[in-house]
């Protein structure tokens, strides 16, 4: 296809969470002039959580819309030129590395931060985007702390259902994991700390066929062994309804020229954010799918931009322009 424009940056990033905006500070501190586009999601996945408490320095906790404001402020401060744009595909053969932005601009990069994120995994049941925000939520670290002495659901049987379930046991008065098959897939060490935690209830062979109550969640409907002749209709009170059930990793558009693991998380050189591909960096959580955290991810994405400077420099593009 015929594309409209080029332009030429040092350091082009491509996401705007933590991660992004942390690359976008210290690119931008660095006369590395960098250019980031926010995506589909501007502000990331913490834009759609209540208040975050556990970042430190915000001792009285800030809703994640506010936090990220505060992050793009920052880098905007610095210079950091921050559009509005989705990258939709990618030519990583050259050195001079080639992103396509809107299927019309091409972004030809020196360096290149991916901090597109991942994308939690939901039902796709109606209720769940009723429900957004009011006792629905795909991240318990983020916001179990609101159901202390409550009682709430984990959906899923992986590691992080189990590892979700745990943590809310230990806030909330009750944690139901509703999973679909008759056993967990989590790994036998998580499966075998849900087990001796008394006030986890594993409901098997349940499947979520709504959520109801007035003022958010307080309940979900239930079937059980759906499909067989026992199958029956199971109601909980609940007042948050978690889902567990795995995160895609943002990736799809760097498929053919990064390594991932199987999931599409991208690969770095462990402790580093270096792809397999010279100059191209991944920070957050598109190659993280382990911690997820915005303190993890703005972390990264201070390594990225550090390693994008030394990488320029190594090449000998001056960054004082
Ligand atoms: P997984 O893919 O391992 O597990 C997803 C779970 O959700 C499965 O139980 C699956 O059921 C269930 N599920 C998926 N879709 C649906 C659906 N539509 N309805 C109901 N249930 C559904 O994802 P995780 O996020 O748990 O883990 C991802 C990776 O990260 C894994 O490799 C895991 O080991 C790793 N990890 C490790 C941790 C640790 O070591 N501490 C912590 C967290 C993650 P089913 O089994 O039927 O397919």
Redesign the pocket.
């Known amino acids: 296809m015929e594309h409209k424009s080029t332009e030429k940056v040092r350091c082009l990033i491509i996401g705007s969470g933590p991660a992004g905006y942390t690359a976008a500070i210290y690119a931008a501190r660095a006369n590395m002039n960098p250019v980031l586009y926010e995506g589909i999601q501007p502000g990331g996945q913490l834009t759609t959580t209540t208040d975050i408490e556990n970042f430190p320095g915000y001792p009285e906790g800030i809703s994640g819309f506010d936090m990220m404001e505060d992050f793009k402020k920052q880098a905007l401060r610095f210079g950091a030129d921050i559009r509005i744009g989705i990258a939709t595909s990618t030519d990583f053969s050259d050195t001079l590395l080639k992103v396509v932005i809107e299927d019309e601009k091409v972004i030809e990069a020196d360096t290149v931060i991916i901090a597109t994120g991942a994308t939690a ?1 939901y ?2 049941l109606p209720d769940e985007a009723q429900y957004a925000g009011m006792g629905v939520s795909a991240c318990a670290t983020c916001d179990g702390f609101f159901y202390r002495k409550k009682k709430v659901a984990v ?9 979700e379930a745990l943590y809310l046991a230990s806030l909330a008065e009750k944690v139901y994991m ?4 008759d056993h ?4 036998n060490i ?1 499966q075998q700390r849900v087990a001796e935690t008394p006030n986890i209830e594993v409901l098997f062979e349940h ?2 066929l709504g959520l109801f109550g007035e003022h958010g969640v307080e309940g979900a409907r239930l079937v059980k062994r759906k499909g067989e002749p026992d199958e029956e209709i199971v109601e909980i009170e609940i007042d948050g309804f978690f889902l ?4 895609t990793p943002n990736s799809k558009i760097f498929a053919d020229w990064l390594e991932t693991d199987e ?1 599409g998380y991208i690969n770095t050189v462990p402790g580093t954010p270096r792809t397999n591909v010279p100059g191209v960096f991944a920070a957050g959580d598109v190659a993280d ?2 911690y997820r955290q915005a303190i993890t991810a703005a972390a990264s994405g201070c390594k990225a931009a550090i390693e994008a400077e030394r990488y320029l420099l190594e090449n000998g593009i001056r960054c004082n322009g």
Do not use: F, Q
């Open positions: 995994k039902l796709g959906v899923g049987g992986g590691d992080t259902a189990c590892e509703i999973v679909r098959k967990l897939r989590a790994s998580m499947n979520t567990a059930i795995g995160h999931t799918p382990v």
